[in-house]
């Protein structure tokens, strides 16, 4: 077996640090199988990141990771912006992963049915590639009159591969999703606290799959509530 790891400063000035750390292991040279990790985080005046990286091999399976929904490629810019992304190449999740926080409370998603026992084997993963990226945004003026808004959006994207699928006489199936989540709140700020009187929320999302059989759904949700005595729900 062997194994390897370093970690350390690659980049030091007044405008920009760059951090790399990295770990190999080839346990097994007979069977070639390799285990790769490492991460790049750097940091600037405005802005700052992490790019996590993965690399699996092994004779009957490997992966190439640039980030996962879990560990994404995460850049954020001057504290008002974020963004988020990640591939996925070889072996991948067989589903698109749960959507936004947000926007699951704004329509009301307890529990997904992929977690029912009856669709365990769905939740196997599958070989292919997956992409997914999001925009969240927080800024707004916070005097004695501020507001908070914070906008939310994103998108998906899933070609997997599995023998058990075979829909439309494929063993591919394809899955996407995009979203946006627009949050509004509005309020007076005296002697260090918030005292809204205004809170707006909107979302939609679109998410579709194929082959055939194809699957299109789409929800939208808003929300308000006015001096803590008028409101809608979703």
Same mark, same amino acid.
């Given at each position: 077996?062997?194994?390897?790891? %370093?970690?350390?400063?690659?980049?030091? !000035?007044?405008? %920009?640090?760059?951090?790399?750390?990295?770990?190999?292991?080839?346990?097994?040279?007979?069977?070639?199988?390799?285990?790769?990790?490492?991460?790049?985080?750097?940091?600037?005046?405005?802005? $700052?990141?992490?790019?996590?990286?993965?690399?699996? !091999?092994?004779?009957?399976?490997?992966?190439?990771?640039?980030? !996962?929904?879990?560990?994404?490629?995460?850049?954020?810019?001057?504290?008002? %912006?974020?963004?988020?992304?990640?591939?996925?190449?070889?072996?991948?999740?067989?589903?698109?992963? *749960?959507?936004? #926080?947000?926007? $699951?409370?704004?329509?009301?998603?307890?529990?997904?049915?992929?977690?029912?026992?009856?669709?365990?084997?769905?939740?196997?993963?599958?070989?292919?590639?997956?992409?997914?990226?999001?925009?969240?945004?927080?800024?707004?003026?916070?005097?004695?009159?501020?507001?908070?808004?914070?906008?939310?959006?994103? $998108?998906?994207?899933?070609?997997?591969?599995?023998?058990?699928?075979?829909?439309?006489?494929?063993?591919?199936?394809?899955?996407?999703?995009?979203?946006?989540?627009?949050?509004?709140?509005?309020?007076?700020?005296?002697?260090?606290?918030?005292?809204?009187?205004?809170?707006?929320?909107?979302?939609?999302?679109?998410?579709?799959?194929?082959?055939? #059989?194809?699957?299109?759904?789409?929800?939208?949700?808003?929300?308000?509530?006015?001096?803590?005595?008028?409101?809608? *729900?979703?």
């Amino acid at each position: 077996t062997l194994k390897a790891g %370093a970690a350390g400063t690659i980049l030091d !000035t007044d405008i %920009a640090k760059i951090g790399l750390g990295l770990d190999f292991t080839v346990p097994c040279f007979q069977n070639f199988i390799v285990d790769m990790n490492a991460q790049i985080e750097f940091t600037a005046k405005v802005l $700052t990141g992490k790019v996590p990286f993965e690399l699996h !091999t092994e004779p009957k399976k490997w992966h190439l990771h640039i980030g !996962t929904n879990e560990v994404p490629v995460e850049l954020k810019f001057a504290k008002i %912006a974020k963004v988020n992304c990640y591939f996925m190449l070889g072996e991948v999740p067989a589903q698109l992963p *749960p959507l936004n #926080p947000a926007l $699951t409370s704004l329509f009301g998603v307890v529990k997904s049915e992929a977690a029912n026992p009856e669709n365990v084997d769905l939740l196997k993963n599958g070989s292919g590639f997956a992409f997914g990226a999001s925009v969240d945004i927080d800024c707004g003026p916070d005097k004695f009159i501020y507001a908070d808004v914070k906008l939310k959006g994103g $998108t998906d994207a899933l070609i997997v591969r599995r023998d058990s699928f075979m829909c439309g006489g494929s063993d591919f199936r394809g899955s996407g999703r995009t979203y946006v989540y627009l949050a509004l709140g509005a309020g007076i700020s005296f002697r260090d606290k918030h005292h809204e009187f205004l809170d707006i929320q909107a979302g939609a999302s679109l998410q579709a799959e194929f082959p055939k #059989p194809y699957h299109i759904a789409g929800e939208f949700g808003f929300r308000f509530r006015l001096l803590h005595c008028m409101s809608m *729900p979703s």
